[in-house]
């Protein structure tokens, strides 16, 4: 029942879902109007068994599928759970709320799903979804892609053909390749700050490349203070002076994309997200304090160990929580007078430009792993983008991470439970004691008020979304409000059983913001799509999605090129990207697509000298090589997305 009421609960807006959820704490008894209010169907559970093997190959004889049907879906869709595994429970309901049948071992009958819910990306996937009809929640590479030293070389690529575009993304530095560059940059940042009298050192923050969680993080202020240098790291200039509410905790947020698909491209943005916040006062890095992991490191995983961290156990006290909604810090910011609209607005662009620059490798990893079959799946994914706010209000993207927690619960660890005794001891007035944990057994999994707010209504929209299903389903649905906000009622101690006022339409949990939001303005950014083109043309795909050295000779023969660039120059150049990339390893299998960009940029300000800046250099190299190519080239028809181009032409 708990269940039932959490889902539904959640087609509201962000400050209506408090307001409703929180009914629903307080009050239980409300739970089936609720339900009924908000149209949820009644399940009719059936089980039958599969006949297809589960997804670690071996036979199950009691798999079984649990059917529900949904007048508000025209018919029923199917979802592979077997490998959903920490995702299972929040798509499990999801599905169930939606009246889709759900494999959770998978179908035994042959037939394909047309969805399938994957917790990670695996090496596999096009043998499990074989389907074109089917829907994949995972890209082919993008555990790859999203890694930090992967995504700082998608975007140094877009910030050197567009600087003024991607000034949200850190200074950054990646190790070993480019150590002998970190330390003339550091010795150039320090003579100049000498230069200004200024004597503060200068913070970088230093991440492992597959890190995760907060694990391997750490602050120097000096070269001298690097560790492992043999191992992929990833140095950025440390924000030291982050934007802080009035409990002087640092925070960052989640907010969370869904790429619903390549062709064409379409993305979404929920309305939504999470705040992290640090467990300790912040303080300005220093030697005594560089090491502090609870001031300086936002992650959930770190923090939820500390003595101080805030488990909230319903809304009202997330409004001081260690996690909070993102809705809940922009209306405190809002007290504070802060405008939080255009904070937002940038967000957006951020998560919008940061895709766009991460697509050139996802096409190229889509062909890679669905190169033997001829036509593949739909993939779409959900992303979190880490984004923290400078003291001037500035969004800085910190890191996307490819799989995103979302599970509802967690297992609190021992110091949060004995905190959450204190506070029932000394606060029984409000909440009954009975409800205490008990820390004389094994700690019990709780559900999280905050995830379930966010997590529920994004796997359902996104399941919607892929389905085709999301402007129907929220079609006809609508909410009373009143004039004053739910976090405005929570914040002034007012009752949320207040009287509201009429209804109005709701609105879904995602919302596109490309193509049809800040298409005009980002359309251009899809450039590289171009070189993409180009770049199959010299890659076997079916093998790899590197290309080699003979594989960019061909390219310069082909286009004519010897004329800007010799062979023994290509040849040395080649070898200085290669290094670059690959940090003096031997590897002959070539260099990655942002190396082949690299020689792109160089031949092209060598053949367009006079250009006024490397973009309009690489356009018009681009159209040459196009020119040259026309007899040889041969595009991937269900990547091209022409129709972007063709309709924001006009507008260049």
Not at 104 to 114: A, H, L, N, V
Not at 521 to 529: E, I, K
Not at 597 to 615: E, G, H, N, T, V
Request: proline content about 5%; glycine content about 6%.
């Amino acid at each position: 029942m708990y269940r039932k009421q959490c889902f539904n609960s959640h087609y509201s807006q962000p400050a209506q879902s408090v307001a409703r959820l929180t009914r629903a704490l307080v009050q239980p008894a409300q739970i089936m109007a609720a339900v009924t209010e908000f149209g949820g169907p009644k399940a009719d559970e059936e089980s039958q068994p599969s006949t297809r093997p589960n997804s670690s190959g071996g036979a199950s004889n009691t798999s079984t599928k649990r059917q529900f049907r949904s007048e508000s879906i025209g018919r029923v869709v199917s979802v592979d759970t077997s490998r959903a595994r920490s995702n299972l429970e929040v798509v499990s309901l999801c599905a169930e709320k939606l009246g889709f049948v759900e494999y959770p071992e998978g179908r035994r009958d042959g037939r394909p799903c047309d969805i399938y819910w994957h917790n990670i990306i695996y090496s596999d996937m096009k043998d499990v979804v074989f389907h074109p009809g089917s829907r994949v929640n995972k890209f082919p590479g993008m555990n790859e892609l999203a890694k930090k030293i992967p995504l700082t070389r998608a975007i140094s690529s877009m910030q050197r053909l567009f600087p003024d575009q991607y000034d949200f993304y850190p200074r950054s530095w990646f190790i070993p390749a480019q150590l002998d560059k970190f330390n003339a940059d550091y010795k150039n940042i320090m003579t100049i700050k000498a230069e200004r009298g200024d004597d503060e050192p200068t913070w970088f923050i230093v991440k492992p490349d597959e890190g995760a969680q907060g694990t391997g993080i750490y602050l120097i202020h000096s070269p001298d203070q690097l560790q492992k240098l043999n191992h992929a790291q990833l140095i950025q200039e440390y924000i030291a002076e982050p934007f802080l509410l009035s409990d002087n905790l640092k925070f960052d947020f989640r907010v969370y994309g869904v790429i619903k698909s390549l062709n064409p491209l379409s993305i979404h943005v929920a309305r939504e997200g999470m705040a992290r916040f640090c467990t300790e006062t912040y303080r300005r890095p220093s030697l005594s304090n560089q090491d502090q992991v609870f001031v300086h490191l936002t992650n959930y995983s770190l923090n939820k160990s500390h003595g101080g961290y805030i488990h909230s156990n319903t809304l009202e006290e997330q409004l001081k929580g260690s996690k909070r909604l993102l809705s809940t810090v922009f209306h405190q910011m809002e007290g504070h007078g802060i405008r939080t609209k255009r904070i937002w607005h940038n967000i957006k662009l951020i998560v919008v430009k940061t895709v766009l620059a991460m697509v050139p490798e996802m096409m190229l990893n889509y062909e890679h792993h669905f190169a033997h079959v001829p036509q593949g799946p739909q993939c779409f994914q959900i992303l979190g983008f880490d984004i923290l706010l400078t003291k001037d209000l500035r969004p800085i993207l910190l890191e996307v991470n490819a799989s995103p927690s979302l599970t509802i619960g967690h297992t609190l660890p021992p110091t949060v439970l004995e905190n959450q005794v204190a506070k029932l001891d000394s606060d029984s007035q409000s909440i009954s004691t009975s409800s205490a944990p008990d820390l004389s057994t094994e700690p019990e999994k709780v559900h999280s008020v905050v995830d379930e707010v966010i997590k529920v209504p994004l796997v359902r929209d996104a399941m919607l979304l892929v389905m085709g299903q999301l402007d129907s389903a929220y079609n006809g649905l609508s909410t009373r409000t009143g004039s004053e906000s739910a976090l405005n009622r929570l914040a002034s101690g007012k009752s949320l059983d207040d009287s509201m006022g009429p209804l109005t339409k709701k609105k879904a949990h995602l919302r596109e913001v490309f193509p049809a939001r800040y298409g005009q303005n980002c359309w251009q950014l899809l450039f590289l799509d171009k070189a993409v083109y180009l770049y199959m043309q010299f890659v076997n795909t079916k093998k790899t999605i590197l290309i080699s050295s003979n594989g960019f000779r061909t390219f310069v023969r082909k286009c004519n090129l010897f004329d800007v660039i010799s062979p023994a120059d290509l040849d040395k150049k080649f070898v200085s990207v290669e290094q670059n990339f690959l940090g003096g390893r031997n590897i002959d299998d070539g260099i990655p697509f942002h190396g082949f960009l690299d020689m792109l940029f160089f031949i092209a300000q060598r053949k367009y000298p006079d250009s006024s800046d490397l973009i309009e250099a690489v356009q018009a190299l681009m159209k040459y090589c196009q020119t040259m190519l026309r007899h040889f080239g041969v595009r991937s028809a269900r990547l091209r997305r022409e129709e972007v181009l063709e309709t924001h032409g006009d507008e260049k």
